[in-house]
């Protein structure tokens, strides 16, 4: 959602299906070294976590991978939180990805058992309301804002 | 590797492969130090030890063996683990720790029906992944884990906020409303995710988490609005696909 969002508020689109599927062109710059480098710190590989370390120190700089590690950290933490406490999507959330949410597969998550299924007519209201969210991030752009080459 | 006591020595990265900025090695002290600290409901002594078990869960072979099946329930044993907490509390950290996204209320209900506390639940987590989150930075850019701390002697608070009820989550939590009293501070002005207040049940925990969080990635006000730039090195879509993927391979839904 906050990808999407993201690519709204600095009118780009940027692909979502790169967060399940790892091999998946983003359209986020460096996206590719920094999603390996997510998969590395995560798996068991010491010489490729050490390989994809070294790809995002050279492309984005040691503050860059400090930052990058920094998100790893904080998801790494955050995910476990969400999964040990139950906690269901908040109300408006859950209804505005619902598409995204069948659009990167991840309905099948044992942890989706924790968000109550919406009722037809909340889930037809927000196959209207999902896209107009987009819209009006969109809108909303932030004059100015800072991105990365 | 020997304790850190804090009287003498501190958490540092003078040793790291690139330099880390100062609010974030502040944060990590800070967190370090909650964690050798007498919590709400545990002591410093078993907050340390939590912690102690949590890195010792990737060694266990239960945990390994649970990880590899179709279902963790197939597969029966005991998790090997250092002594000195309650079975099911060490169950607990290395569920939580090796294998978060098949947790179920089913496996929750039974870990509240072998004794362990809800209070006492939600502070192991907030340790838990405190000492995760911490030890997934110094893998990231490659430099050796911190000694845990020495534990800080002291009483548990052991204070339970009145604000805290069922809301559909597996344990209470503080809605804004409700944050009155002790935890009017709580949330500040802002609307708080439900994955923000999901430890509200140990107050302080809620704390720990904003501390940290705003460090490592940016303020809880910030997250949910898309344009705003919390200034650092990576721009906010690097931040929101690293987010995303590592959500996806620890198969979190929320």
Not at chain 1, 125 to 135: E, I, K, S, T, W
Not at chain 2, 113 to 121: F, P, T
Request: charged share 25%; with cysteine.
């Amino acid at each position: 959602m906050l990808l999407r969002a993201s690519g709204e508020t600095t009118g780009k689109t940027f692909s979502v299906k790169a967060v399940t599927d790892g091999s998946h062109e983003s359209g986020v710059p460096h996206g590719a070294a920094l999603v390996r480098l997510a998969e590395a710190t995560l798996g068991d590989a010491a010489a490729v976590l050490g390989a994809s370390r070294e790809e995002v120190r050279k492309a984005l700089g040691p503050d860059g991978l400090v930052d990058a590690a920094a998100v790893i950290a904080t998801f790494s933490k955050m995910d476990r939180i969400a999964d040990a406490t139950g906690i269901p999507l908040d109300g408006p959330m859950g209804l505005l990805t619902q598409g995204l949410r069948e659009e990167i597969g991840i309905n099948h998550f044992a942890s989706a058992s924790n968000t109550p299924e919406s009722g037809a007519l909340a889930r037809a209201a927000a196959r209207v309301l999902g896209p107009l969210a987009f819209r009006v991030l969109r809108r909303v752009r932030a004059p100015g804002r800072r991105e990365s080459p | 590797m020997t304790a850190l006591d804090y009287e003498t020595k501190q958490l540092a990265y003078q040793g790291a492969p690139v330099v880390v900025r100062e609010d974030l090695v502040e944060a990590h002290r800070r967190a370090w130090r909650r964690i050798a600290e007498p919590g709400t409901w545990w002591t410093g002594e078993q907050r340390v030890a939590i912690a102690a078990e949590t890195r010792n869960a990737l060694s266990c072979s239960l945990c390994r063996e649970r990880k590899q099946a179709l279902s963790p329930n197939a597969v029966e044993g005991e998790h090997q683990s250092l002594g000195g907490l309650p079975a099911p509390v060490v169950d607990v950290i290395h569920r939580v720790r090796t294998d978060p996204g098949r947790l179920s209320k089913r496996w929750f209900e039974q870990i509240r029906a072998a004794g362990v506390g809800d209070a006492e639940y939600v502070e192991t987590i907030s340790v838990v992944v405190t000492l995760t989150s911490i030890d997934f930075f110094c893998r990231a850019i490659g430099t050796a884990a911190h000694p845990l701390p020495a534990p800080v002697a002291g009483e548990p608070a052991r204070h339970r906020p009145q604000g805290a009820r069922p809301e559909g989550a597996w344990v209470p939590m503080i809605a804004h409303a409700n944050a009155t009293g002790p935890e009017a501070d709580l949330y500040g002005v802002h609307r708080y995710p439900n994955v923000g207040r999901a430890l509200s049940l140990v107050p302080d925990e809620v704390r720990g988490l904003v501390d940290l969080m705003t460090a490592q990635y940016m303020p809880v006000h910030q997250v949910a609005r898309a344009s705003d730039d919390p200034g650092r090195a990576i721009d906010r879509a690097q931040m929101e696909l690293i987010a995303g993927r590592v959500s996806a391979l620890n198969e979190c839904f929320y």
